[in-house]
């Protein structure tokens, strides 16, 4: 099952919930109107777990008003809302109002606070916590739509330390864009791609600092696969295609053409992805080698 990780931020449209409602709609054409896109999304993915991002000013108040309402203790609903006044919102608070929150969503919601991330040391602090709460090899997904615009940066940062360091599958990244709202709808955008392309720069980056083959790469195995297959004759001939399209290496530290020069790089991805098909074949035909020998008696 997946886990929705979700900012929540600041907003003035909507003098009760904060954000403006949306009917937002998704890429299999279902619709869901809400004020915050996160429960949408949520509800779309059918999320186990709803992990909420916020600052110690985030409208967590308009949040639990709007979700919750009178089911919430009026004690704790008047502290939440001078705490968010006084931009000191704590998770102990917000732990005692989640069961209210999870009644009426009908899923677990965890519900943290993180720095404005601000500096590089906040930014961290942000990462580690996400580490934190995400189990080892976890399906999740990630909503980008609310909280400040820097966040959703480090949101995409975040898809590809997780996928290292907690070993998860990242699901999808989403957006719901409310200036894109025409006749009432508002589109919800993936931003999938952009988590792929880190990849593929990761995969070429490690190709060129130790020759592991790019190809290795899930993602760009599947780029491969979903290329016409061709024969596997002519894989080892037109490994040379990618090969002519990396750039000459790279020189050495301070020589004439360190800084323009490069051994690959972002500039060379293009031209290797479109030697892909290629590649893919060589690692194919190796692959089926190897099993080959390994299959046949020894002498």
């Given at each position: ?35 915050y ?64 929150i ?11 606070i993180i ?47 997780l ?22 709808i ?10 792929h ?38 894989g ?33 991805i ?19 080698a ?10």
């Amino acid at each position: 099952m997946t886990t929705l990780i979700s900012f929540l931020g600041k907003s003035q449209l909507d003098s009760k919930t904060g954000y403006r409602s949306a009917r937002y709609r998704f890429e299999d054409g279902s619709e869901r109107e809400t004020a915050y896109f996160g429960l949408a999304l949520a509800d779309y993915l059918r999320s186990g777990t709803l992990i909420l991002l916020g600052t110690p000013s985030s409208q967590w108040d308009l949040l639990v008003e709007s979700v919750v309402g009178d089911a919430a203790q009026e004690e704790q609903r008047i502290e939440l809302l001078d705490a968010v006044r006084a931009d000191s919102v704590n998770e102990d608070l917000l732990r005692q109002l989640a069961p209210s929150i999870e009644r009426k969503v009908g899923r677990s919601v965890q519900a943290l606070i993180i720095p404005h991330a601000v500096s590089f040391a906040e930014q961290q602090a942000l990462l580690a916590r996400l580490a934190a709460a995400i189990a080892r090899g976890e399906r999740v997904a990630i909503d980008l739509t609310h909280g400040y615009r820097h966040l959703a940066m480090l949101g995409l940062a975040a898809a590809r330390y997780l996928a290292h360091e907690r070993d998860i599958v990242i699901e999808g990244l989403y957006y719901g864009a409310l200036d894109m709202t025409r006749d009432g709808i508002t589109p919800v955008i993936r931003l999938d791609g952009l988590a792929h392309v880190e990849e593929w720069a990761e995969a070429f980056a490690a190709y060129e600092a130790g020759g592991d083959s790019p190809a290795s790469s899930p993602c760009l195995l599947a780029t491969v696969s979903r290329r016409r297959p061709r024969t596997p004759h002519t894989g080892l001939a037109e490994s040379g295609a990618y090969q002519r399209a990396r750039c000459r290496p790279t020189p050495a530290a301070g020589s004439p053409g360190a800084r323009t020069a490069s051994c690959g790089g972002f500039r060379a991805i293009p031209r290797a992805l479109a030697a892909l098909p290629a590649l893919g074949n060589r690692e194919h035909a190796l692959r089926k080698a190897a099993a080959a020998r390994a299959a046949s008696p020894q002498p």
